[in-house]
Nanobody
């Protein structure tokens, strides 16, 4: 399985971007799909996730501005980012966690990251 993240770029404060994370194949036994971000000199941080049942959770810093969604038919995860701020500047990574029934541990797949720069 390979995850390909795309959609990053340079945007002015207040602007919008939509990130996509496409899987190379159907992924079975998904538990949760997430977006993380890592700013320069900072640890990777969870931004938002969506569970198998469709429950979405957001970090307080993006709540009300970002929306996570997925298109199962396209094997693609999205992150719609509105009202972007300079502090949203980071490399954004997608993650898919899977767990086979009865398996002792889960498996994590990561995208390669896409850079988002918010600057005037």
């Amino acid at each position: 399985v390979q995850l390909q993240a795309s959609g990053g770029g340079l945007v002015q404060p207040g602007g919008s971007l939509k990130l996509a994370c496409a899987s190379s194949e159907f992924i079975a036994d998904i538990v949760v799909e997430s977006w993380f971000r890592q700013a320069p000199g900072a640890p990777r941080k969870l931004v938002a996730y969506i569970t198998k049942s469709g429950i979405t959770v957001y970090d307080d810093s993006v709540k009300g501005r970002f929306t996570i969604s997925r298109d199962a038919a396209k094997n693609t995860l999205y992150l719609q980012m509105n009202s972007l701020k300079p502090e949203d500047t980071a490399v954004y990574y997608c993650n898919v966690e899977t767990k086979r029934p009865g398996a002792p541990v889960s498996t994590n797949y990561w995208g390669q990251g896409t850079l988002v720069t918010v600057s005037s």
